[in-house]
């Protein structure tokens, strides 16, 4: 028998799990899936948390119902992988691997800069990337009584890169419903030169800023938070007051990474962008948040990687070449508040563009524009993540390469 | 779009990064540094030459990882390029600024 290991039940781990049994015989390979938590959360929904969108029910589930039958799901914390002895250490047992899958994820750390997990941390120092930020932050929201917000984002690259401009967004539509709006100062504090960096998207989004009344300061690298003073400070030493401090802190890939001295500086394992095997080991491939590669840290590209990866895999074994052909394919809602929301869809080499999207020149979704049909997309996405992309069902209509047809280029 | 540096025709973005690096050129970059109101030192063009090695070995360039990579501290990375030291180190070396997905 031979041991296919997948590290991590996130939502890459799950769908490479749902994809490969199937396609492997059960008589020749074992497939073993490891994660130490019992809880699979919807990340996605952590954005609606804070503003009473959504409960607590309708972001967990119970990570076991979503692994096949088949397929060994073993809840360990990982020590250590030896990648020159094709084996991973886990808390009390060593498992061997003629192939592994590394889907371990990105994860905040505050602790890269100083004073942000200080003694304010959760109390008017927030994040809303983990369930537990998020519930902090929605309790301190039900009772906040205004004064500046600002929604900042330490540095790139970040899970969801989108994800803190939508917070900015809904929470401008938050306070204009709980007739607080003008009690209210929001800022956007950026490290990038501005809130839209891509041409089109700056060209075609810059008003939206305006138009709810979001401050924004850009180049701002943060150094620390003062938290005697309730401020940010840059290394530049410009400084900006908060009441609240909602920010993005630094992702980095999960520690086992460093543990085994297999990351970058951000402990990301170097990935081949096009193949997703490991740059490293060529028995390794990696998928999801845990790679280097320059695509968005999204769920939508892992569930576009995890195609291509499920094939190059059988390829794999079978000694043949691997197929080069994953292109970035990222696509993404975006809320804009008011039950308004975009939709990009776009890959390493073409940014998001205007268009329409499934169909070209019909839709019904429509591209980098604001729709309440967009809206509607996004809120139905929670039910297809559960019920078809952790199951590694193809969603109708979306292929795994971007397609430019129905999208405007020049 | 194209702008003309120092007699040369160059191709650049709107705000007036390079889209193809292999027009670069070192009277190009002396000459992007004026307009930010920035001399060229020798610290300069050392801190140029290991930005376009990183961003040409595909690695992103983030303050961050400045910070840890031993080759500047990042008062003297401000020092240098005052204000926003990223978006115009990486201008002036003729490499992409650090972008978002949108």
Redesign the interface.
Known sequence: MKNLVILGAGTAGTMMANHLRPKLSKDLWNISIVDQYKTHYYQPGFLFLPFDTYTEEQVKKVGKKFIPKGVNYIQKKIEQIFPKENKVQLEDETLSYDILIIATGSKIAPE?VEGMKGKNWHKNVFDFYTYEGALALRNKLREWEGGKLLVHLT???IKC??AP?EFAFLADSFFIKKGMRDKVEISYVT???GA????K?AAT?GYLLEEKNIKLE??F?I?RVDNENNKIVD??ERAIDFDLLVTIP?NMGDDVIARSGMG???NFVPTHENSLQSKDHENVFVIGDATNV?A?KAGSVAHFESETLTDNILLYIDGKPLKEEFDGH?N?F?ETGKNKALL?D?NYKQE?VEGTFPFPGIGPLKLLKESVFNHWGKLAFRWIYWNMLLKGISIPFVSRNMTTAGKKLD | MTTTISGTEINVTEDGYLTDFSQWTPEIAKELAKNEEIELTDRHWEIIKWIQDRVNAGEALSIRGIKKSGVLDIKEFYALFPGGPLKLSTKIAGVPKPKSCI
């Open positions: 890269e540095e790139m690259p890169p989108v401009l490290p990038l030169s839209f960096t891509k041409e998207s989004l850009t180049d690298a150094e290394y530049g630094t970058d500086d951000l320059p968005s990222a993404c975006i990009i776009f998001p």
